[in-house]
């Protein structure tokens, strides 16, 4: 499986961006997917997932902020972000959740200045 993940931009604090990642192979309808990213010098985190059946989760950090959506279709998950703050800023990927367990992919960055 391969992983592309594109929609990353420069915005200002309160600015919002919508992430995609396109996922190759046949399998994306029944995997758990989650959007991570991962800040200049720090790890990579789990930030939001949405289950097989389109159950959602989010991180504290982004809750109320983030919306992950899916659409099997287009073997597609989105990240629609909101109300953005310099703290989002960082490499963002989509993968497995709740762990990534396919090749990561190059990411997209993310820069919200203040």
């Known amino acids: 499986v391969q992983l592309q993940a594109c929609g990353g931009g420069l915005v200002q604090a309160g600015g919002s961006l919508r992430l995609s990642c396109l996922a190759s192979g046949n399998i994306f309808s029944r995997t758990h997917w989650g959007w991570y990213r991962q800040p200049p010098g720090k790890q990579r985190e789990l930030v939001a997932t949405i289950t097989a059946l389109g159950s959602t989760n989010y991180g504290a950090a982004v809750k109320g902020r983030f919306t992950i959506s899916r659409d099997n279709a287009k073997n597609t998950v989105y990240l629609q972000m909101n109300s953005l703050k310099p703290e989002d800023t960082g490499d963002y990927y989509c993968?497995?959740?709740?762990?990534?367990?396919?090749?990561w992919g190059q990411g997209t960055l993310v820069t919200v200045s203040s």
């Open positions: 993968n497995t959740a709740p762990r990534g367990k396919f090749t």
